[in-house]
């Protein structure tokens, strides 16, 4: 059975820093690309960052890049999302994905990831 944990989340303020995690098992770690989601109250899902199978390759939207990173390693079944200078509209619920890529692309829409992790909240107070 395949399971995504997420965690790290919580309360912080306006320009500080946050490390999400996300725990796999039941899968071959190595073989997947992973991704990070978001859903705001009120708002659609949102893709905010992917890597790889490699985790040479990396994507992320717009609003995020230069603050968040994301990484993955395959000796721990874990991939993160660092993000630094935190601000009120990155509040979410922050949900990490896997999905098996063709050739070794980075996923960056929400359907062609196969399972989906229950999510961490995150609040960013200004």
């Known amino acids: 059975q395949v399971q995504l944990v997420e965690s790290g989340g919580g309360l912080v303020q306006a320009g500080g820093s946050l490390r999400l995690s996300c725990a796999a098992s039941?899968?071959?770690?190595?073989?997947?690309?992973w991704g990070w989601f978001r859903q705001a109250p009120g708002e659609e899902r949102e893709f905010v960052s992917g890597v790889s199978k490699s985790g040479g390759g990396s994507a992320y939207v717009d609003s995020v890049k230069g603050r968040f990173t994301i990484a993955r390693d395959n000796a721990k079944n874990t991939v993160f999302l660092k993000m630094n200078s935190r601000q009120p509209q990155d509040t979410a619920v922050y949900h990490c994905?896997?999905?098996?890529?063709?050739?070794?692309?980075?996923?960056?829409?929400?359907?062609?990831?196969?399972?989906w992790g229950p999510g961490t909240h995150v609040t960013v107070s200004s």
């Open positions: 039941g899968l071959t770690f190595s073989r997947y690309a």
């Open positions: 994905a896997a999905g098996l890529p063709p050739l070794g692309s980075v996923l960056t829409s929400h359907d062609e990831y196969n399972y």
